[in-house]
């Protein structure tokens, strides 16, 4: 069975700065891609970054240049880097594993509330 684990949310004044990590537990098929979501309340589940096996990155227009994606395929754990963190990105962060099967994975959410 397999699991992912998130980590890392907490309670941040605007410009601070926090760090997710996303751990899989179990065996995942040759992952292709990893990525991280956030749904803030009333609102749409959105895509916030995304990076593939090779490394190639992509991120939503709202966070470029405040977040960075990164992975250790070995460890089969992903991370978000988020600084200047503003009250609009106060959501639940949910990390996403895709395999090369098409098959999705996704953690359980980390609550990040951005507040003075």
């Known amino acids: 069975q397999v699991q992912l684990v998130e980590s890392g949310g907490d309670l941040v004044q605007p410009g601070g700065s926090l760090r997710l990590s996303c751990a899989a537990s179990g065996s995942i098929f040759r992952i292709t891609i990893m990525g991280w979501y956030r749904q803030a309340p009333g609102k749409q589940r959105e895509l916030v970054a995304t990076i593939t096996r090779g490394g190639s990155t992509n991120y939503a227009d709202s966070v470029k240049a405040r977040f960075t994606i990164s992975r250790d395929t070995s460890k089969n754990t992903v991370f978000l880097l988020m600084n200047s963190l503003k009250p609009e990105d106060t959501a639940v962060y949910y990390c996403?594993?895709?395999?090369?099967?098409?098959?999705?994975?996704w953690g359980q959410g980390t609550q990040v509330t951005v507040s003075s």
């Open positions: 996403n594993f895709r395999n090369g099967r098409g098959d999705d994975y």
